[in-house]
């Protein structure tokens, strides 16, 4: 069951990208926060209310610090999207675990002292190759971008993912308080709407339509969707396979690309991105291994 929820939070996460790259013609990223959040909290609201969940809380800090890395991941993502094409934006999103991977690297690195006599740290060999392979398959994936000038927008989509990992790692602590995901949802999406005001008041509100405002509303429901499955999925104790099960989104996000953008992705970036997904299911497999204990993803 815990795949189902990975695999059912990668396609509302994906299609809501499609949302996204439609509506950003209209809309700054600022604006969509805003909109996501507000019109998410709204749905998480009504669902708590269903379900009879108090969304009082005793970890108001943990929610904040899980707000503030979440909507900054989320605004470089929405910036990603509406500038390169959807499969980019989508896969680099997710090098979250190829981030993880460093994080964890650098760290047994430095704790490391070569004066004591001792090897290098068990697997952190291995590991590392898995985040050389991941940034590897990033080059081949912004090659294009590049030749078409937008390597800005490819360096803030390789942001959005390293954002994203701190996110997630909080996701998994709040959940390790019991934490309902319901709540968790909610007090992001009351994070991303605070944020997305603050920055729509400095840079302005775009002109209204609603035709294009029509877009907003399946975004934020998707979104809301997308987090409570996710969160739902890594707050039970998630396996390997749900862990690794996240990278279908970056298989939903390429056949969006094709089928509704008509995007091209040359051969090179295609390797790219069948790496990044190798590289960032090994190192899963790889820091389990090391820690059995531990649950397979620590998002």
């Given at each position: 069951?815990?795949?189902?929820?990975?695999?059912?939070?990668?396609?509302f996460?994906?299609?809501?990208?499609?949302?996204?790259?439609?509506?950003?013609?209209?809309?700054?990223?600022?604006?969509?926060?805003?909109?996501?959040?507000l019109?998410?909290?709204?749905?998480?609201?009504?669902?708590a209310?269903?379900?009879?969940?108090?969304?009082?809380?005793?970890?108001?800090?943990?929610?904040?610090?899980?707000?503030?890395v979440?909507v900054?991941a989320?605004?470089?993502?929405?910036?990603?999207?509406?500038?390169l094409?959807?499969?980019?934006?989508?896969?680099?999103?997710?090098?979250?675990?190829?981030?993880?991977a460093?994080?964890?690297?650098?760290?047994?690195?430095?704790?490391?002292?070569?004066?004591?006599?001792?090897?290098?740290?068990?697997?952190q060999g291995?590991?590392?190759?898995?985040?050389?392979?991941?940034?590897?398959?990033v080059?081949?994936m912004?090659?294009?971008?590049i030749?078409?000038?937008q390597?800005?927008?490819?360096l803030?989509?390789?942001l959005?993912?390293?954002?994203?990992?701190?996110?997630?790692?909080?996701?998994?602590?709040?959940g390790?308080?019991?934490?309902?995901?319901?709540?968790?949802?909610?007090y992001?999406a009351?994070?991303?709407?605070?944020a997305?005001?603050?920055?729509t008041l400095?840079t302005?509100?775009?002109?209204?339509?609603?035709g294009?405002?029509?877009?907003?509303?399946?975004m934020?429901?998707?979104?809301?969707?997308?987090?409570?499955?996710?969160t739902?999925?890594y707050?039970?104790?998630?396996?390997?396979?749900?862990a690794?099960?996240?990278?279908?989104?970056?298989?939903?996000g390429?056949?969006?690309?094709?089928?509704?953008?008509?995007?091209?992705?040359?051969?090179?970036?295609?390797?790219?991105?069948?790496l990044?997904?190798?590289?960032?299911?090994?190192?899963?497999?790889?820091r389990?291994?090391a820690?059995?204990?531990?649950?397979?993803?620590?998002?």
């Amino acid at each position: 069951m815990q795949a189902l929820w990975m695999l059912a939070a990668s396609l509302f996460f994906a299609t809501m990208a499609v949302c996204i790259k439609v509506a950003s013609a209209w809309f700054h990223p600022a604006e969509l926060i805003f909109w996501r959040g507000l019109l998410g909290m709204g749905v998480m609201a009504v669902w708590a209310r269903s379900r009879r969940t108090s969304l009082a809380t005793h970890y108001p800090w943990m929610h904040a610090w899980r707000s503030l890395v979440g909507v900054l991941a989320l605004g470089a993502w929405f910036y990603a999207i509406a500038g390169l094409p959807l499969a980019t934006a989508m896969t680099l999103n997710y090098m979250s675990s190829v981030w993880i991977a460093a994080f964890l690297v650098g760290g047994a690195l430095v704790a490391w002292n070569p004066r004591s006599g001792s090897g290098l740290p068990a697997r952190q060999g291995p590991l590392a190759l898995t985040v050389l392979a991941g940034f590897a398959g990033v080059l081949m994936m912004l090659r294009p971008t590049i030749e078409q000038h937008q390597v800005f927008a490819g360096l803030v989509g390789l942001l959005s993912g390293m954002l994203s990992a701190f996110a997630y790692l909080q996701v998994m602590a709040l959940g390790r308080t019991g934490e309902p995901e319901v709540r968790t949802v909610f007090y992001f999406a009351a994070g991303s709407t605070v944020a997305g005001a603050i920055g729509t008041l400095l840079t302005g509100w775009s002109p209204w339509d609603w035709g294009h405002a029509l877009w907003l509303l399946p975004m934020a429901v998707l979104a809301s969707l997308g987090q409570w499955c996710m969160t739902r999925a890594y707050s039970h104790g998630p396996t390997l396979l749900v862990a690794n099960l996240q990278y279908s989104g970056i298989v939903f996000g390429a056949l969006y690309s094709l089928v509704l953008f008509g995007d091209r992705i040359p051969p090179g970036g295609w390797a790219g991105m069948a790496l990044i997904c190798a590289s960032g299911i090994a190192g899963t497999i790889l820091r389990a291994r090391a820690a059995p204990d531990a649950p397979a993803e620590e998002h």
